[in-house]
């Protein structure tokens, strides 16, 4: 997640609160119905850096997201 003007404390509570919602979902499969979960990462910035740059500490978070298991949001 990189969201603007938004602080570490801010992101981790609306990740979790999207985490919760996807969650709730349920989607029909052919049979069954189908649970959804995400694994999201974000990081909190407090200057400017370049876009790659954000990107890949945003993508450093997901990864150790999706080590822990699933259904997992990191913020760092």
């Known amino acids: ?3 603007p003007n938004t602080d570490k404390a801010e992101l981790e509570l609306i ?3 999207l985490s919760q919602e996807i969650q709730q979902l349920k989607i029909q499969g052919q ?3 189908i ?3 995400v694994s ?3 990081k909190s910035f407090t200057s ?3 876009l790659t ?3 890949d500490w945003v993508d450093d978070a997901l990864y150790l997201a999706k080590d822990k298991g699933k259904n997992q949001v ?3």
């Open 1 to 3: 997640m990189l969201l």
């Open 15 to 17: 990740a979790n609160r």
């Open 31 to 33: 049979n069954s119905e």
């Open 35 to 37: 649970d959804i979960t």
């Open 40 to 42: 999201i990462g974000g």
């Open 48 to 50: 400017n850096f370049s």
């Open 53 to 55: 740059c954000m990107i």
């Open 74 to 76: 990191v913020i760092t």
